[in-house]
């Protein structure tokens, strides 16, 4: 495997310089920022990640993420202007050595999660998702904002989607995937790129929002709509964990050994109760509800070659920044399971 690290870039809290002083560590993780979602990325833009991260004895070539244009997930008829953009910037970021891109295909918002600093009892802080918190919210009545959600929209931005998205069925979106899929996957296959679709998170319907990648029947339909390596998994433990309906550990041994994982997330999260409520925790198995060990195996196992970042940590040692990207408990995480990985190559 390939540890990594996501770096939000020169604007990011947590220096590259940092990333590059943790034993083991291989990518850096991370995307163009200066450009609108459905453009084109300047090759500027992308040549500067690849020196910066040179510069620390690191790879770039890793991409999280190259975002989809809303209206290509609605199917509108511009969508094949924003596929045809997108394409480019698969062979322009192939180009400059990437070899493996993150996206995802949630409507309106990303992650969701309905606290960033939850108090832990040792004082450190952490993302939490409480579903009490959500019942009976209207994100448009309430001018609710939740962490994860792309603060650019206006409430009448906002309001237009839900009225587009109200109109689209859960099979239409589906179909949206499948066009959009017979478009990027023979140009990623041509250029060496393996595409790498994130779960939802949390992978249950947001807000009446359809979400599609939220389980192992909906990874299946997934893989079948273009049966291709370069269509894969970003395999995300805690996007996919905190569903307890969702058995982790086979999932990744099926997945592995068809070799479609090619990027896994690994966090933990500790399941709080029966609504869907859950809080992110330390990677380190007895913190949460997950076996990290258990997943390690499974991907060593199958000889998963791809790339693994630790992904969201709790801010711990005072240690200030972007919730869940600090980098104290993340470079725990990435010794952690750098650490078992040599325990299984040395067994």
């Known amino acids: 495997m390939k540890m990594s690290f996501r770096w939000y870039g020169d604007s990011d809290p947590v220096k590259i310089e940092y990333i590059g002083q943790i034993p083991g560590m291989h990518s850096i993780v991370s995307a163009v920022y200066d450009?609108?979602?459905?453009?084109?990325?300047?090759?500027?833009?992308?040549?500067?990640?690849?020196?910066?991260?040179?510069?620390?004895?690191?790879?770039?070539?890793?991409?999280?993420?190259?975002?989809?244009?809303?209206?290509?997930?609605?199917?509108?008829?511009?969508?094949?202007?924003?596929?045809?953009?997108?394409?480019?910037?698969?062979?322009?970021?192939?180009?400059?050595?990437?070899?493996?891109?993150?996206?995802?295909?949630?409507?309106v918002f990303d992650w969701t999660r309905t606290q960033l600093d939850k108090v832990n009892a040792d004082g450190s802080?952490?993302?939490?998702?409480?579903?009490?918190?959500?019942?009976?919210k209207n994100p448009l009545a309430d001018g609710l904002s939740l962490p994860g959600w792309d603060s650019s929209y206006k409430k009448e931005d906002l309001k237009k989607l839900f009225e587009e998205y109200g109109a689209l069925t859960r099979e239409d979106l589906w179909k949206n995937l499948e066009y959009f899929l017979a478009a990027v996957i023979p140009v990623a296959e041509g250029c060496g790129v393996k595409m790498a679709i994130h779960p939802d998170d949390p992978p249950w319907d947001i807000f009446g929002l359809p979400r599609l990648i939220t389980d192992e029947a909906n990874l299946d339909r997934f893989l079948k709509l273009y049966d291709s390596e370069a269509n894969g998994l970003t395999f995300c433990t805690g996007s996919l964990g905190c569903a307890e309906s969702n058995d982790i550990v086979p999932m990744i041994d099926k997945y592995a050994k068809a070799r479609r994982i090619h990027f896994m997330h690994i966090r933990n999260v500790q399941?709080?109760?029966?609504?869907?409520?859950?809080?992110?925790?330390?990677?380190?198995?007895?913190?949460?509800?997950?076996?990290?060990?258990?997943?390690c195996e499974a991907l060593h196992r199958n000889g998963f070659d791809g790339y693994i970042r630790p992904d969201h940590g709790r801010m711990i040692w005072g240690e200030t920044g972007k919730p869940g990207y600090g980098l104290y408990d993340r470079a725990l995480g990435a010794m952690y399971i750098t650490g078992i990985f040599e325990t299984l190559e040395k067994s």
């Open 125 to 136: 802080t952490c993302l939490v998702y409480y579903a009490g918190q959500l019942k009976d």
């Open 35 to 107: 450009t609108p979602v459905g453009d084109v990325w300047g090759e500027a833009s992308i040549e500067h990640i690849k020196n910066r991260a040179a510069a620390t004895n690191l790879a770039f070539d890793v991409v999280e993420s190259v975002p989809v244009h809303e209206d290509i997930k609605l199917g509108k008829p511009t969508r094949d202007t924003y596929i045809a953009n997108y394409v480019e910037n698969i062979r322009r970021l192939a180009k400059h050595g990437v070899k493996c891109i993150c996206y995802n295909f949630m409507p």
């Open 271 to 295: 399941w709080i109760g029966s609504d869907g409520s859950f809080e992110e925790t330390a990677h380190y198995s007895p913190c949460g509800s997950l076996d990290v060990v258990k997943i």
